[in-house]
């Protein structure tokens, strides 16, 4: 089994990670929790899905995810997960497994400047779950 990779040593290959970050398989129902819930990944803020649908108030901010297994491959939608930005240029994605870095980080609710390393908002087998998830969108 391999170790974990901490957010500073992950390796892209033109925005994607072949690695996997926990060494673990991704889960897709784990996934589903992580990509639903507000205090976790909340991707649904910002996309929708038909596989999704049973998920209440998706966001359309970001772009419909419908197919997300055919356009992209795993280590493609790693790299997303983690660091969106090195893939869209521009994109208000945050970076769910990402310590330093960001540009304005806020600390919590107290309208301070949070200091760096920030703790990454997603860990390393949430990724692999939420990625497990994402592979299930076939169209």
Known sequence: MMAQVAPENVEYTDGAIEQSLSGTPGNPEDGKKVFATAGLGNCVACHAAEITKDI?????????????????????????????????????????YQTS??????????????????????????V?????????FKE
């Open 56 to 96: 209440p108030f998706p966001g359309t901010v970001g772009p419909a995810l419908d197919g997300a297994a055919d356009r992209w491959t795993e280590a493609q939608l790693r790299g997303i997960v983690v660091k969106a930005k090195t893939v869209f240029d521009g994109t208000i994605m945050p970076s769910f």
């Open 101 to 126: 870095g960001y540009i304005r980080p806020g600390d919590a609710y107290t309208g301070k400047a949070g200091t760096e390393p920030l703790p990454p908002i997603l860990s390393a087998q949430q």
């Open 128 to 136: 692999e779950d939420v990625v497990a998830f994402l592979l299930t």
